[in-house]
């Protein structure tokens, strides 16, 4: 099973963008999805996730902030990231969970700055 994330970068203060993560390989159904994030020196935390039947789950800190959506079809979760602030900046790591299994991508580094 491989994770593919893509989609960070360098974006200043109040800007935006869009992570995505797409599942390949085999594996069973699956159910949640969702992003996590690592700042330096800090623990990897919850940003977002979303269960396959499209129920959804955020951080407070970036509520309204930021959008997970997920295509089935495509085995594929979105982040949109709005309104960025410098403590967004963080390697965001994707998850895909099966009823037995958590995957994780390789993380796609974030950073936003002036």
């Known amino acids: 099973v491989q994770l593919q994330a893509c989609g960070g970068g360098l974006v200043q203060p109040g800007g935006s963008l869009r992570l995505s993560c797409t599942v390949s390989g085999s594996f069973f159904i699956i159910d949640r999805m969702g992003w996590y994030r690592q700042a330096p020196g800090k623990q990897r935390d919850l940003v977002a996730t979303?269960?396959?039947?499209?129920?959804?789950n955020y951080a407070d800190s970036v509520k309204s902030r930021f959008t997970i959506s997920r295509d089935n079809a495509k085995n594929t979760v979105y982040l949109q990231m709005n309104s960025l602030k410098f403590e967004d900046t963080a390697v965001y790591y994707c998850l895909a969970g099966t009823r037995y299994n958590d995957y994780w991508g390789q993380g796609t580094l974030v950073t936003v700055s002036s």
């Open positions: 979303i269960t396959r039947g499209l129920a959804t």
